[in-house]
């Protein structure tokens, strides 16, 4: 079991809608928590991140943590086609030597459709 | 500001063939990451170099080798190519391995071994 899981969708939501993008994480001892948006041939770009737990906006974009069920979501309002593309959640579990290094998943592929 | 710079993007290799992937940043990061991306699988970690003068493996280093040039330069090299190393080579860095340091990407490598 990958360390990092995400649903690879597609999530299909029409435009003006709320998309709601979910990741569970298996090492309770996480401290940070990264989402990146990736278009069709490009590289990741990141938009959110979060390290307490709630709820964290900005813009369009609500990151949420909840670390005693170990999952973070982002949530995406009055989406548009141009959101369109894979969200990665990203999150460093601690390594050895006091490094925390990334772990993603798979990536969860949304589709704004006008 | 150039960001992560990687060469080339785009190569076709020979079974058996060698080469090198190089990467290069101007944000003074301290640390440096090499991930491929293959389709359903997400990114996973290949090498990473915390600080100029260390590397450490990561998830799928079998079949590469890295160097650390200096602060600004790491190279993933290929000896002996397979096309099971086919994918999408994503090099990052980072200002370093602490919980909150998001990652930079370039903009990828395309590989192809025939």
């Known amino acids: 079991q990958k360390e990092v899981e995400q649903n690879s969708g597609p999530l299909s939501v029409p435009e003006g809608a709320i998309a709601s993008l979910n990741c569970t994480y298996s090492d309770r001892g996480s401290q940070s928590f990264f989402w990146y948006r990736q278009y069709s041939g490009k590289s990741p770009e990141l938009i959110m991140f979060?390290?307490?737990?709630g709820d964290k906006e900005d813009g369009r974009f609500t990151a949420q943590l909840n670390k005693a069920s170990q999952y973070v979501s982002l949530l995406i309002r009055d989406s548009q086609p141009s959101d369109s593309a894979t969200y990665l959640c990203?999150?460093?579990?601690?390594?050895?030597?006091?490094?925390?290094?990334?772990?993603f998943g798979r990536g969860t592929s949304l589709i704004v459709h006008p | 500001n150039a960001g992560v710079t990687q060469t080339p993007k785009f190569q076709v290799l020979k079974t058996g063939q060698s080469m090198t992937l190089q990467c290069a940043q101007d944000m003074n990061h301290n640390s440096m990451y090499w991930y491929r991306q293959d389709p359903g699988m997400g990114l996973r970690l290949i090498y990473y170099s915390a600080s100029e003068g260390t590397t450490d493996k990561g998830e799928v280093p079998n079949g590469y080798n890295v160097s650390r040039l200096n602060k600004r330069e790491f190279s993933l090299r290929l000896e002996s190519a397979a096309p099971s190393q086919t994918s999408v080579y994503f090099c990052?860095?980072?200002?370093?391995?602490?919980?909150?340091?998001?990652?930079?990407f370039g903009n990828g490598t395309r590989l192809t071994v025939t």
């Open positions: 990203a999150v460093p579990p601690y390594a050895s030597g006091g490094s925390y290094i990334p772990t």
């Open positions: 990052a860095s980072s200002a370093g391995t602490g919980p909150h340091s998001p990652l930079h």
């Open positions: 979060i390290y307490s737990n």
